[in-house]
T-cell receptor
Framework: NAGVTQTPKFQVLKTGQSMTLQCAQDMNHEYMSWYRQDPGMGLRLIHY???????DQGEVPNGYNVSRSTTEDFPLRLLSAAPSQTSVYFCASSYSGTSGAGANVLTFGAGSRLTVL | AQKITQTQPGMFVQEKEAVTLDCTYD???????LFWYKQPSSGEMIFLIYQGSYDQQNATEGRYSLNFQKARKSANLVISASQLGDSAMYFC?????????????FGPGTSLSVIP
């Protein structure tokens, strides 16, 4: 049982380059999300999804695109990287729902450290 | 506006003592969930405890308990009998209604250091 798998673990980009951070989960979770972690800011929600074909913006969506064509995968795309997007990115997934302790208890990937020069 | 506030950027506690990490939140939803996560220096995120807004009892999980004061909109984490392995970042999080769907957002975190 792999849980949540993120790739790559490390990436260095030049300003203006594009890239995709991959996220896959094998737990049949409906809810998937992307966060960025910056010192002193905690984890800020970029985009999230509650099922295949359904995505919504989080707190800091600008500069990022997502799609959810399958339950398992939720890639995060940077179309034109900027130095302000230098951060550690976490993908997380959970069951949906509003009742019970299991709902929305997030399982996290190991994180992807992105540097934009 | 910050929806989750953690006013203690850094905390120190003596080993074997109890410590309280503060969390206040802002929501107008009647139904929401509150979570605490731990992030050791290795970087992984570990779920600790959950409290539902309609739960009558404060949640407990081993040495962790959540002091839930609904009227004050606070959800403080209490760690009893601190251990050296408790040194980590601690994040308070909340499930709230998004524009269309529920989502989970986090506070800025508190860095806890346990002193031998």
């Amino acid at each position: 049982n792999a849980g949540v798998t993120q790739t790559p673990k490390f990436q260095v980009l030049k300003t203006g380059q594009s890239m995709t951070l991959q996220c896959a989960q094998d737990m049949n979770h409906e809810y998937m999300s992307w966060y960025r972690q910056d010192p002193g800011m905690g984890l800020r929600l970029i985009h999230y999804s509650v099922g295949a074909g359904i995505t919504d913006q989080g707190e800091v969506p600008n500069g990022y695109n997502v799609s959810r064509s399958t339950t398992e995968d939720f890639p995060l795309r940077l179309l034109s990287a900027a130095p302000s997007q230098t951060s550690v990115y976490f993908c997380a997934s959970s069951y949906s729902g509003t009742s019970g302790a299991g709902a929305n208890v997030l399982t996290f990937g190991a994180g992807s450290r992105l540097t934009v020069l | 506006a910050q929806k989750i506030t953690q006013t203690q950027p850094g905390m120190f506690v003596q080993e074997k003592e109890a410590v309280t990490l503060d969390c206040t939140y802002d929501t107008s939803d009647p139904s929401y969930g509150l979570f605490w996560y731990k992030q050791p220096s290795s970087g992984e995120m570990i779920f600790l405890i959950y409290q539902g807004s309609y739960d009558q009892q404060n949640a407990t999980e081993g040495r962790y308990s959540l002091n839930f004061q609904k009227a004050r909109k606070s959800a403080n984490l209490v760690i009893s009998a601190s251990q050296l392995g408790d040194s980590a970042m601690y994040f308070c999080a909340m499930r709230e209604s998004g524009t269309s769907y529920d989502k989970v957002i986090f506070g800025p975190g508190t860095s806890l250091s346990v002193i031998p």
